[in-house]
């Protein structure tokens, strides 16, 4: 299945568009695409491909040192939540929920993910984008930036491709919020502040490169949307909603965007969190081959960006009204907002924001 390209130039400049009309149709695609698939393709003309080509250069660069250089910049006591977190430390979901394990079983056999064996084999570096509170009870999500010496590029390099990130984001979200008939800012007014990361994978694609390693073990992401510019290695597969397997393909130029647990909070179960797991397929080894060939890096950078809802209790709740007016209907729509605010109590008060990940 291709998932759709949806262009963002006629929404970020209503004269090239062709009416109220169109716009609405398109605002309607994209909250249909992100319900049905939990993923979605945009261009956006503000995030060129040598943006995020420039961004990958430089992660290349720092992922390839040696380990001990860039366990300088682990933070460990705060969590990880900023610097880099080395292979072997994020624990992929389904290797230890067993509600989980139970669910993908019963999969049909050409759409179970891999089994990951153990931690994923693959780095992270955190960094934060865009204005944080000046107080805050979450002190672990707000900490000071690390800067890797020998980077004087790094700053500016991060910020620009964060913040552009964050911007199709922000157009994403309210499209989503319109086609969801909610108000436009219904999500991005939520957005404001919020512990928005720059959190791009590095994977050794040299020491774990054989066919079916698994990189990123199925998972969801614990946040509002991902975005990802494009990879220079294919290994992204995600699932549908109709448990259909994917392996994501992304045209140059174009950006990812996945749902996670917060936009299904929010709205109460119309969009669902995107399953989805990277993996060392056939498509991988090949571009592994070819880059070898041509003498690149033989890291497979991911460009994540994680856009989050700001963490204070203020969160409010977008509960659409999906049972009817059936006695039936009116208490499922009770229960799912029982179970909705559950889950944000838990979001906020209980002491998993000590031990967050966010992947
Ligand atoms: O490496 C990727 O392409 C995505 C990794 C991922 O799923 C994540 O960072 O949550
Ligand atoms: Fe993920």
């Known amino acids: 299945m291709e998932l759709p390209v949806i262009d963002l130039q006629p929404y970020l400049d209503p004269s090239s568009s062709s009416g109220d009309d169109e716009m609405k149709r398109v605002c309607s695609e994209v909250s249909r695409t992100l319900s049905e698939t939990g993923a979605l393709l945009v261009k956006d003309p503000r995030c060129s491909a040598q943006d995020n080509d420039r961004f990958i250069d430089m992660m290349e660069k720092y992922f390839e040192q040696p380990d001990e250089v860039k366990r300088l910049q682990e933070r460990p006591n705060l969590h990880y939540q900023v610097g880099v977190t080395p292979e072997g430390v994020e624990v992929p979901r389904s290797l230890v929920d067993e509600e989980m394990q139970k669910k993908l079983k019963s999969l049909p056999k050409e759409c179970q993910p891999l089994t990951p064996t ?27 930036p690390v800067i890797p010496e020998g980077f004087p590029e790094w700053k500016e390099t ?13 157009a994403v979200a309210e499209m989503a919020a ?85 936009i299904e909070w929010l709205t109460a179960g119309d969009c ?12 991988t080894t090949d571009a592994i081959k070819a880059a070898s060939e041509e003498n690149r890096s033989l890291w497979r950078v991911s460009s994540t960006v994680s856009t989050l809802i700001f963490t204070s209790p203020l969160l409010m709740l977008y509960t659409h009204i999906r ?27 209980s002491s998993y924001d000590h031990k967050i990940s966010y992947f």
């Open 272 to 283: 669902i969190a995107g399953m989805h797991e990277v993996v060392v397929t056939k498509r």
């Open 323 to 349: 049972g009817g007016s059936t006695a039936a209907g009116q208490t499922y729509n009770f229960l799912y907002r029982l179970k909705q605010v559950g889950f944000i109590w838990f979001y906020l008060f």
């Open 118 to 144: 153990g931690p994923d084999p693959k780095w992270r570096y955190m960094w934060r984008v865009g204005p944080r509170p000046s107080t805050t009870r979450f002190q672990e999500l707000n900490s000071e």
């Open 158 to 170: 991060m910020d620009t491709w964060g913040s552009k990130m964050i911007a199709a984001i922000e």
């Open 178 to 262: 319109i086609g969801f008939g909610l108000p436009k800012d219904a999500f991005t007014s939520i957005m404001k502040q919020g512990p928005h990361l720059l959190a791009p994978t590095g994977s050794n694609l040299q020491r774990h490169g054989k066919e079916g390693t698994v990189f990123a073990g199925y998972h969801y992401d614990l946040n509002f949307l991902t975005i990802h510019g494009r990879s220079r290695f294919p290994g992204l597969s995600i699932w549908l909603r109709n448990g259909k397997k994917v392996e994501v393909k992304v045209p140059v130029g174009c950006l990812l965007i996945q749902t996670g647990k917060q």
